[in-house]
């Protein structure tokens, strides 16, 4: 039975097989290009493994290429609305065509994202829409929420935790849900995938956010503080918003505010008061719950051990990543 790396292998072989239209140049080049830039691949992979778990995985391949292309097609979207340049450390097709392009080529996979959906069995095509469906729109949803959040400071932590889960964590649980459908797995084992796969996705962006400020930056593989520069709304900026007071408090808010300033001085000054707002802890307990919960889920799970020992093994290193 293949693990997750060889799953991430048979996706990324299938994407380069995947029938596509050449013409009109201008449309399809950029679908190629986002498309070539590779990724960890994670939410097809995870696809099949659930499919895996309970038999056969084939009939789940088409399927979990197309949530890696809705997946590109939300991040080739995000870019624009962003107005970011680089991903992947490669320019963003907004950047490398332009807006109107971009806009058109992640049309286009969002058309292709599902008929690759609709490449699923008969028995079971109502089942998978209906999860890809609601999931595509609770994507658009949480992508509005982050836009909104950034117009102000009055967000809560129950606020920025609904967000992060329509904006991340959802996709990964539908991803393991639709490939427990199509592997044949029970209702109840599909909906504790789902829960497994959201709870990660939790954990992973509360991780992701604690990382950017007291990670290792070489192993991080990015810039440490990045989010403190872009005043990016994070579990940790929200929760000080929402604890310091008074002097410290002002002194937050206008590192917000500042247009000018050294990026060490800020990162240095804004560390400090998360530190004083004990922020570090908060959000390192608040990521274990949901990575315990997760785990407690993927327990009760039937089908494969190996499977299972697999997928306990992906939860633990993605959690492990440069603590």
Partial sequence: MPK?????????????MLDRPVRPEGLYDPVKYVLSLGGKRLRPA???TSAALFGDYSAAVLPAIGLEVFHNFTLLHDDIMDQSSVRRNQPTVHEKWDNNTAILSGDVMLIKAYELMAKSPVGVLPQVLEVFNKTATEVCEGQQFDMDFEKTTDVTEEGYLDMIRLKTAVLIGASLKIGGILGGGSLRDCSLLYKFGQDIGMAFQLQDDWLDVYGNQEAFGKRIGNDILTNK???????ALNRLENDSKKELLSWLERKEYLAEDKIAAVT?????????DLTRK??????????????KLGGNKDIKNELQTFAHDLMARAR
């Fill in 4 to 16: 997750i790396e060889e799953f991430r292998q048979i996706i990324e072989d299938q994407i380069r």
């Fill in 286 to 299: 608040k990521r274990d719950e949901f990575f315990f919960r997760a785990l407690e889920n993927l327990e």
């Fill in 46 to 48: 995870l696809c099949l």
């Fill in 233 to 239: 709304k994070t579990f940790l900026l929200i929760t």
């Fill in 272 to 280: 400090h008061l998360f530190d004083e707002a004990e922020v570090s």
